[in-house]
């Protein structure tokens, strides 16, 4: 059965569709209000907290997937760098570095106008995106802040794709 054969209603919250998915993944969450939710997901690298939240106004369901990172004062310019490197290469979502809560976060929205209702299959998609992009770019981000390399060199990292099964 497909994730979206479960709900057949019209008028679904997305919310309630993202506890179900994190019902469905076993992932620890805190349904924090009608219209948000916060979860951890276990990636490699480390985990992530994730929350999505339902904006009525403008119909919009946002994801912030968050991790913290604590740089050196003077490696945030080319930690930025290595931001707006990332971010060139994001076809969707885009990352930014929240320095007084000391977070990376990646921020996604998906517009629903209209009365669109978001899928199950799209809400998984959307965590999938975040947590995938996430894991990608975190061991640039790592070499920037701690291993004083170049941003350049660092995002080779993120860009480059592992073949085969070692």
């Known amino acids: 059965m497909s994730l979206s054969e479960q709900f057949l209603s019209d008028d679904i919250h997305p919310i309630d569709i993202v506890e179900h998915l994190a019902e469905h993944q076993d992932w620890d969450f805190d349904r924090v209000s009608d219209d948000q939710i916060a979860m951890a997901v276990e990636g490699q690298w480390r985990t992530y907290s994730i929350t999505l939240a339902w ?13 913290e990172m604590e740089p050196p004062e003077d490696r945030l310019p080319a930690l930025y760098e290595t931001l707006n490197r990332t971010n060139d290469t994001c076809w969707a979502g885009a990352f930014s570095y929240w320095p007084e809560q ?16 978001a899928s199950p299959e799209q809400i998984d998609q959307m965590i999938g995106a975040a947590v995938s992009a996430a894991e990608r770019y975190y061991p640039a981000f790592q070499l920037v802040a701690w291993g004083n390399r170049e941003p350049k060199d660092a995002m080779q990292v993120a860009i480059a794709q592992a073949y085969g099964r070692a």
């Not at 904006?55 to 991790?67: A, G, N, S």
């Open 55 to 67: 904006t009525h106004f403008d119909e919009t369901l946002r994801l912030i997937c968050t991790f």
């Open 102 to 117: 000391r977070l990376m976060v990646y921020r996604y929205g998906l517009i629903l106008a209209g009365g669109q209702m």
